[in-house]
T-cell receptor
Framework: KQEVTQIPAALSVPEGENLVLNCSFTDSAIYNLQWFRQDPGKGLTSLLLIQSSQREQTSGRLNASLDKSSGRSTLYIAASQPGDSATYLCAVNNYGQNFVFGPGTRLSVLP | NAGVTQTPKFRVLKTGQSMTLLCAQDMNHEYMYWYRQDPGMGLRLIHYSVGEGTTAKGEVPDGYNVSRLKKQNFLLGLESAAPSQTSVYFC???????????????FGPGTRLLVL
């Protein structure tokens, strides 16, 4: 059974810092992996989807990498801003299975 | 495109009452899902559908029923609500990839349900 963990559970950084969020999964035979952000009281917003054949995906200041062999994905946020404050979740999909979500990392970017 | 919409946004029920949550998507997606999100428990899959007329159980299906009579709609029913069903409910949809797998998931804004 696929299990997904995210470390740290919470992170607080000053504005302008570059930061890395981690996602680990136990079954490396994944089909794809998706990163989301969730603002308080809101739904999940898709940030990036990485297919199993890809090593990384980029969107603006966000870069997600995937290392299947080690069961890890990282979300790199460059030049963080207060508007980046949110909970970030990763979700892992094995082919023929449903997405399994991690518990999330709560990010606070301080002005 | 409205994306994924959910109605209602908020509802209060008494124990034993029934209700239906409606999810609609306008992206012609094959897959649709119902999740619940609880503090400390994360997102858990209740039921899902791989196409019109099909439904399947997820991780926590007990106490819920679903129907997908039209491709764009996915209904979640609570026949006899219990306080343990107090939660935030999210609907999501995703396209089918060329390989038949699940693509990017798009989420609705959520329904907050309080069962007294």
């Amino acid at each position: 059974k696929q299990e997904v963990t995210q470390i740290p559970a919470a992170l607080s950084v000053p504005e302008g810092e570059n930061l890395v969020l981690n996602c680990s999964f136990t079954d490396s035979a994944i089909y794809n992996l998706q990163w989301f952000r969730q603002d308080p009281g809101k739904g999940l917003t898709s940030l990036l989807l990485i297919q199993s054949s890809q090593r990384e995906q980029t969107s603006g200041r966000l870069n997600a990498s995937l290392d299947k062999s080690s069961g890890r994905s990282t979300l790199y946020i460059a030049a963080s801003q207060p508007g980046d404050s949110a909970t970030y979740l990763c979700a892992v999909n094995n082919y023929g299975q449903n997405f399994v979500f991690g518990p999330g990392t709560r990010l606070s970017v301080l002005p | 495109n409205a994306g994924v919409t959910q109605t209602p946004k908020f509802r209060v029920l008494k124990t034993g009452q029934s209700m239906t949550l409606l999810c609609a998507q306008d992206m012609n997606h094959e897959y649709m899902y119902w999740y619940r999100q609880d503090p400390g428990m994360g997102l858990r899959l209740i039921h899902y559908s791989v196409g019109e007329g099909t439904t399947a159980k997820g991780e926590v299906p007990d106490g819920y029923n679903v129907s997908r009579l039209k491709k764009q709609n996915f209904l979640l029913g609570l026949e006899s609500a219990a306080p343990s069903q107090t939660s935030v409910y999210f609907c999501a949809s995703s396209y089918s990839t060329l390989a038949g797998g699940q693509g990017t998931q798009y989420f609705g804004p959520g329904t907050r349900l309080l069962v007294l």
